[in-house]
């Protein structure tokens, strides 16, 4: 099923030195629960693109179809993680996840078994009274996931939300996350500008390209789930990332 | 709870690092300040120097004994100045800092006019207050409203808007109403923001209330200081800068541990 559709669309920003085109004739289907990743250097539009399919932000001009319909606000079928925690500091681990269930208006004496649940799935078990301030980074992020899913949403947003992290904490949250989202079917776009991190967790592979930021290739990535931190190392795999590297930088201008 | 860099250290250096930081934080300026207290007694025994003009420690402490009555009688009015002073400042600064930040209004026209009137002495306005209001309390509660005011009307303003932006964002996904954000969100982030400008407030607090004592008044620690100066009881004005000083410092450090009741989020500095 068609979940979002994306039909030459652009995004122009007015800046004082004049018009920066952000994102240049952008086609893209998504299908409902499928794991998109979206990689490309940085001013390839990706954050951008992700913040319209979350309502955050309107195209200059284009389509952009939720469950077949325009998006004009934000819906709370989505949620969001981005690259930084932005928890509460003044709310227990707990507190931080029902925080939008609170803003929906949701009942809290039901959302918190599911919040408890969630902060489970986290691999956070007996740190619900935490604070923030007592929580590692990757600590954080698994909160900010939980608070992300409080309220069931169809769709979970995701902008670079383990490039704040070591190495080894990304690739760990990396494989929860398909951990989740394999047994909670949720539609995900995941912002990146770690390629392999970008392969090894995505259905297909949306590479960007900056000035303007245009879509310069989508990759179905047929390597089979459960993924596994092996695959980095087969021929196929170096195919998908020498391809993305080629079209990422297509124009000869490597972006570091 | 917060990892300690200490934990890891054998008991032994351990325990000697907690002496050593117990000698520098407590011993080390009260020895300090008894040496340099001990100088001035010897100083101004024999040097010389008339007791009029540089009374020795322990005649400030003698005078202080003698008009101990006064004194207490003065620290009060000059302390109800401070804390109503202060207290109407907070009831006025925080929502009006709400109003500026909501409203785009009332930052184009009535911001600009509070930073002009920022930049105007105080000082010099405690004349016209005294003027107009004439003499008691009142004049002195409004020179103390007007030295706090600014710092916690820029401090909460600066709070209401330090909230992330990606926060921000997160909240507009939920589509949460304007009272939600403001309550939820805003307003707890501001808290911290709002007491570094209480705190610098309750400082100026002091001043204040002394400015408005000098200009006109007939009680206060700032008369004392007056009138005893001109009277040439010297080590009894001492000891009302003395009272000064430690009302300000246990008003600020009153503030500080009710941050830590009301924000113990807060980050340490």
Not at chain 1, 2 to 7: H, N, P
Request: aromatic share 8%.
């Amino acid at each position: 099923m068609l979940k979002i559709k994306i039909e030459h669309l652009f995004k122009i920003y007015n800046s004082r030195s004049g018009r920066v085109s952000a994102l240049e004739d952008v086609n893209l289907e998504i299908q409902q629960n499928e794991f998109i990743t979206l990689v490309g250097p940085s001013g390839c539009g990706k954050s951008t693109l992700l913040k319209i399919i979350g309502a955050l932000i309107r195209p200059t001009r284009g389509t952009f179809l939720y469950d077949g319909k325009p998006l004009l606000q934000p819906t709370r079928d989505v949620g969001i993680v981005f690259q930084e925690p932005v928890l509460l500091p003044w709310r227990a681990a707990l507190d931080n996840v029902l925080l939008p269930a609170e803003i929906l208006g949701l009942d809290i004496e039901e959302g918190r078994p599911r919040a408890m649940d969630l902060l489970k799935l986290v691999g956070l078990e007996g740190f619900e009274a935490s604070y923030p301030r007592e929580l590692s980074g990757g600590m954080q992020q698994r909160v900010a996931l939980s608070r992300a899913l409080i309220h069931n949403p169809s769709v979970l947003l995701m902008d670079e939300p383990f490039a704040a992290l070591d190495a080894m904490t990304r690739e760990e949250l990396g494989f929860e996350l398909l951990r989740i989202w394999n047994t909670h079917k949720k539609t995900v776009v995941f912002v990146t500008h770690n390629i392999v991190e970008a392969i090894l967790l995505a259905d297909r592979v949306v590479a960007m390209s900056p000035r303007p930021g245009r879509i310069a290739k989508i990759l179905k990535i047929e390597l089979p789930r459960p993924r596994t931190l092996e695959m980095e190392f087969t021929p196929k795999f170096k195919t998908y990332s020498d391809e993305i590297r080629s079209v990422i930088y297509h124009n000869g201008t490597a972006v570091a | 709870m917060m990892p300690n860099p200490a934990e890891s250290m054998p008991e032994e250096i351990e325990e000697h690092a907690q002496r050593m930081s117990v000698f520098v934080a407590v011993l080390g300026p009260t020895v300090t300040l008894l040496a340099l207290v001990g100088l001035w007694e010897v100083l101004a025994r024999w040097s010389g120097v008339p007791a009029w003009l540089l009374p020795a420690p322990s005649a400030i402490g003698d005078s202080m004994i003698d008009w101990r009555a006064e004194l207490a009688w003065h620290t009060m009015i000059t302390l109800y100045e401070v804390l109503i002073g202060f207290a109407l400042s907070i009831a006025v600064s925080i929502p009006l800092a709400v109003a500026v930040v909501y409203s785009p209004f009332l930052q184009n026209t009535i911001y600009p006019i509070l930073l002009a009137l920022q930049s105007m002495p105080k000082v010099a306005i405690a004349p016209l207050l005294v003027l107009w209001i004439g003499f008691g309390a009142m004049p002195k509660i409004l020179v103390v409203f007007l030295v706090c005011f600014f710092p916690i009307v820029v401090a909460t303003a600066s709070g209401l808007s330090a909230v992330p932006p990606a926060l921000i964002d997160l909240i507009r996904s939920l589509s949460a109403t304007t009272y939600q954000t403001f309550v939820k969100i805003r307003f707890p982030t501001a808290i911290p923001h709002i007491f570094i400008g209480l705190k610098i407030a309750i400082t100026f607090a002091v001043i204040g209330a002394v400015i408005g004592e000098f200009v006109g008044s007939d009680q206060g620690l700032g008369y004392l200081i007056l009138t005893s100066t001109s009277q040439s009881r010297t080590p009894l004005a001492f000891g009302a800068l003395l009272i000064l000083t430690i009302m300000s410092i246990v008003l600020y450090y009153a503030i500080e541990f009710m941050e830590h009741l009301v924000v113990p989020w807060a980050p340490k500095n």
